[in-house]
């Protein structure tokens, strides 16, 4: 409001004050350590590797993270998902 002659209206403050809070509760992404691998460790998993197994192959790798820490970021990833999902193939 810049000036005292204008009027108030409920209906745009409203809506500024609720895009304002839209802004402030999204979520950042922090970068993970694992983002390095990405490539890797889908490749190994489509293979088979278990969570244990890319836990130890990034030890080597002087990583050193637990293997479920590895199942939440892997979970998260959209080609995973499509491979563990395929869409099925409608008629025609």
């Known amino acids: 409001m810049e000036t005292h002659d204008e009027t108030f209206d409920a209906q745009t403050e409203v809506a500024r004050i609720r895009s304002r809070r ?3 509760r999204r979520k950042h992404y922090r970068k993970s350590r694992l983002d390095r691998y990405r490539a890797e460790l889908v490749a190994m998993r489509r293979a088979g590797a278990s969570c244990a197994d ?3 192959w990034l ?3 002087r990583c050193r ?3 479920s820490s590895i199942d939440r970021y892997l979970k998260r990833l959209p080609e995973l998902h499509r491979a563990e ?3 099925l193939e ?3």
Request: aromatic share 6%.
């Open 65 to 67: 993270i637990h293997r």
């Open 85 to 87: 999902f395929p869409l």
């Open 54 to 56: 890319l836990a130890e």
């Open 59 to 61: 030890r080597i790798h």
């Open 90 to 92: 409608g008629p025609g």
């Open 22 to 24: 839209a802004v402030a």
